[in-house]
């Protein structure tokens, strides 16, 4: 493992994060409280950016969710996703093309860990993929 975990950021992890923000034992905020003190280097996939807005607007309202979307992308970096994750993301064959491209556009950049609320879904050795207690635990 590198000095400084390269991590992409599922959003489920952040939709449980934005939605319980005053929750300070939460550990989907404890992975952003990481990625903003620079112990992580946190990424989120650019598929999940448009799903992430819709969501948190029905939860929060329009205003505060595009104040929540712009604080993520000052905290996470853009996984990026190009014809080659969707090709890539679409040839694994999985149930969920979501999950799929966060997998697809995590591995082709070389993240190291996958941090998500549904760890079933993402079902493949090449990234260490963990609940946000557990990949928590493991750098501590």
Not at 52 to 78: D, F, K, N, P, Y
Request: hydrophobic share 45%; aromatic share 4%; glycine share 6%.
């Amino acid at each position: 493992m590198t000095a400084t975990p390269k991590t992409l950021v599922d959003i489920t992890v952040l939709m449980d994060a934005l939605n319980n923000e005053q929750d300070t034992d939460n550990a989907s905020n404890a992975i952003l409280s990481l990625a903003a003190k620079g112990r992580i280097q946190g990424y989120v996939c650019a598929a999940a950016i448009d799903p992430l807005h819709t969501e948190l607007a029905r939860s929060l309202g329009a205003a505060r969710a595009r104040s929540a979307i712009q604080r993520v992308c000052a905290l996470l970096t853009i996984a990026p996703v190009d014809a080659g994750v969707i090709d890539g993301a679409v040839g694994l064959g999985w149930r969920y093309l979501d999950d799929a491209l966060t997998f697809e556009s995590a591995r082709r950049i070389g993240l190291d860990h996958l941090v998500t609320l549904n760890g079933p879904d993402f079902d493949h050795p090449s990234i260490t993929v963990q609940a946000p207690e557990e990949f928590i635990q493991s750098i501590a």
